[in-house]
């Protein structure tokens, strides 16, 4: 993000709803932990939960929401692979349910 | 011998768009993602593989890593205030969001001291079984990102912070760097707190 045309008051708001927001889906976080639900929904749950915040806290505290398209385009071939490699395992469980 | 100036330290690159600094910082990050999703993805393979595995709350605190949570979410935001200090060229509210960033993450620390002492004292190490290993392996890795990242959050309050005075366009962007570092180190352990302690 550039400095040169930051509204400090208007910034500083948006960072304390955002703070309040994260401090609401770490209750729920564990709020959800303590639901009566299997555990591929307790997963999906929690994931989804940690996703919204980890979006508020990059796109928000590390100003990726309007930064340069060199960073976005170095993060999402990064996440390309993230996905990849967090498949890799699910990949060798489904070879070996095959043989 | 001649002093030679680093280039784009603070002006923008015509072929990137960004500063030298900001870019290094993200391909940084990007390894960083990398590093610890290799670890989430052992997890996930050792879980998968396994008919019975310990819900994480029978040996850890989740009460302690709530609090740790919110120590984390607390000092992300205190960092960015730190940075938006500065933008504002109010240096004393710099010192005293970058020291309560500090304190903040020391109460991690903390906190992290008395979680692993008392599975110490428990008997439970990381070859007591797989799940305890991961999370040995996991929050260990954490915390010494944590580390790393106090140590140069403490340089930018103390000796480090002479450059507001030489170069504040600098060290501002040096701020905001180091912001964005922290701001991963919370991250992961966004991740790390339901994987561990709730599933």
Do not use: Q
């Amino acid at each position: 993000m550039t400095t040169h045309n930051v509204d400090v008051k208007s910034h500083s708001k948006k960072y304390i709803k955002v703070y309040l927001a994260l401090m609401v889906l770490t209750v729920l976080t564990v709020y959800a932990s303590f639901l009566t639900v299997s555990v591929g929904v307790g997963i999906i749950l929690a994931l989804i939960i940690a996703s919204v915040k980890s979006t508020l806290v990059a796109g928000i505290f590390m100003h990726l929401f309007g930064e340069k398209k060199i960073i976005i385009w170095t993060l999402i071939l990064t996440i390309i692979f993230f996905i990849f490699l967090i498949l890799i395992p699910l990949f060798s469980s489904l070879d070996s349910i095959k043989y | 011998m001649s002093t030679e100036i680093i280039p784009y330290t603070i002006e923008e690159r015509e072929d990137t768009g960004v500063n030298n600094a900001k870019l290094g910082i993200w391909l940084f990050l990007t390894s960083e993602v990398m590093l610890f999703g290799a670890l989430f993805s052992t997890y996930i393979f050792l879980r998968v593989g396994t008919i019975n595995w310990p819900v994480g709350s029978s040996f850890l605190s989740v009460p302690m890593a709530a609090l740790n949570t919110v120590f984390l979410i607390t000092s992300s935001i205190t960092m960015v205030m730190a940075w938006l200090s500065l933008v504002d060229k109010n240096f004393s509210a710099y010192r005293k969001y970058m020291l309560l960033t500090i304190l903040l993450g020391c109460a991690f620390l903390v906190v992290k001291y008395f979680e692993y002492t008392a599975k110490f004292e428990h008997n439970l190490y990381p070859s007591t079984n797989t799940f305890l290993g991961l999370y040995f392996t996991m929050t260990g890795l954490h915390v010494l990102h944590v580390i790393g990242g106090l140590i140069v959050n403490i340089y930018f309050l103390f000796p480090g912070s002479k450059m507001w005075e030489s170069n504040p366009e600098r060290f501002k962007n040096r701020i905001e760097i180091a912001g964005l570092y922290w701001h991963f180190v919370d991250l992961v352990w966004i991740f790390l707190f339901p994987v561990l302690y709730l599933l």
